[in-house]
T-cell receptor, first 117, second 114 residues
Framework: GAVVSQHPSRVICKSGTSVKIECRSLDFQATTMFWYRQFPKKSLMLMAT?????????EQGVEKDKFLINHASLTLSTLTVTSAHPEDSSFYICSATGLAVLSYEQYFGPGTRLTVT | GENVEQHPSTLSVQEGDSAVIKCTYS??????FPWYKQELGKRPQLIIDIRSNVGEKKDQRIAVTLNKTAKHFSLHITETQPEDSAVYFCAATDRMDSSYKLIFGSGTRLLVRP
C-alpha cells in the first residue's frame, strides 16, 4: 500500500518552455503532497507543501510564479516549471501523506529527471 | 525552523563491520525522525524511523537511537553488506498546520567494501 507515482520519469525540454510533472497517490488519498528538488550528490530540498484544495506553501527562496503547484484532487498534484532554464535541471521528487496512512510518514514518488537544454 | 546536520558525509567500511551515522537537530519540538536510503537515481526509501517518546528502535541489522536532551539521533548498521552501499539521509519533522514537513540532513555516502 501507499504507492506514489510520478510522470514523466525523464523529460528534456528547451530553454524557455514549460514542463508539467504529475504526482499521483495510487492507493490512498493524499491530503498533503510535498515537492522536493535534488541536485546531483546533494540532499533533498523541500520546495513547497500543498494541501488539497488550497494554495501551496513555498519554502523561502522558491519562486512561486516559476514553480506552479496545483493540488486539485486527493490523488493528484502537479508541478509546472515555467520558462525553464538550464539551472532548473534537477531531479524533482514528490511525496505524499494522507488520512489513511500515518500522518508522519511520507511516501515518495520515483522522481522526475528534468534536463533543460 | 528546523535545521538538521548529518555526519560523516562519506563512510567506507569493510563488509561485516558496523557503520554509524549521526545527526543533530535544532528544534526541540520535532518529534519524528526517519532515516532514508537512496540508491543512485532512485526514490528515497524509509528504512527505519523513531518517535520522540522512544529512545531506541531496532529492526534486524538496523537500529536508531535518539537523545532528546542532546537533540541528536544516530543510525547503526551492523554486519554491513555490499548492498548496504547507498546514500543515507536523516530527517526531522517540522510541524506545519496539520502536516509534518521533513527537513533532511545533507546525506552520508556509505561504501561497504567486499
Amino acid at each position: 500500500g501507499a504507492v506514489v507515482s510520478q510522470h514523466p520519469s525523464r523529460v528534456i525540454c528547451k530553454s524557455g518552455t514549460s514542463v508539467k510533472i504529475e504526482c499521483r497517490s495510487l492507493d490512498f488519498q493524499a491530503t498533503t503532497m510535498f515537492w522536493y528538488r535534488q541536485f546531483p550528490k546533494k540532499s533533498l530540498m523541500l520546495m513547497a507543501t500543498s494541501n488539497e484544495g488550497s494554495k501551496a506553501t513555498y519554502e523561502q527562496g522558491v519562486e512561486k510564479d516559476k514553480f506552479l503547484i496545483n493540488h486539485a484532487s486527493l490523488t493528484l498534484s502537479t508541478l509546472t516549471v515555467t520558462s525553464a532554464h538550464p539551472e532548473d535541471s534537477s531531479f524533482y521528487i514528490c511525496s505524499a501523506t494522507g488520512l489513511a496512512v500515518l500522518s508522519y510518514e511520507q511516501y515518495f514518488g520515483p522522481g522526475t529527471r528534468l534536463t533543460v537544454t | 525552523g528546523e535545521n538538521v546536520e548529518q555526519h560523516p558525509s562519506t563512510l567506507s567500511v569493510q563488509e561485516g563491520d558496523s557503520a554509524v551515522i549521526k545527526c543533530t537537530y535544532s528544534d526541540s519540538a520535532s518529534n519524528y525522525f526517519p532515516w532514508y536510503k537512496q540508491e543512485l537515481g532512485k526514490r528515497p526509501q524509509l528504512i527505519i524511523d523513531i518517535r520522540s517518546n522512544v529512545g531506541e528502535k531496532k529492526d534486524q541489522r538496523i537500529a536508531v537511537t535518539l537523545n532528546k536532551t542532546a537533540k541528536h539521533f544516530s543510525l547503526h548498521i551492523t554486519e554491513t553488506q555490499p548492498e548496504d552501499s547507498a546514500v543515507y539521509f536523516c530527517a526531522a519533522t517540522d510541524r506545519m498546520d496539520s502536516s509534518y514537513k521533513l527537513i533532511f540532513g545533507s546525506g552520508t555516502r556509505l561504501l561497504v567494501r567486499p
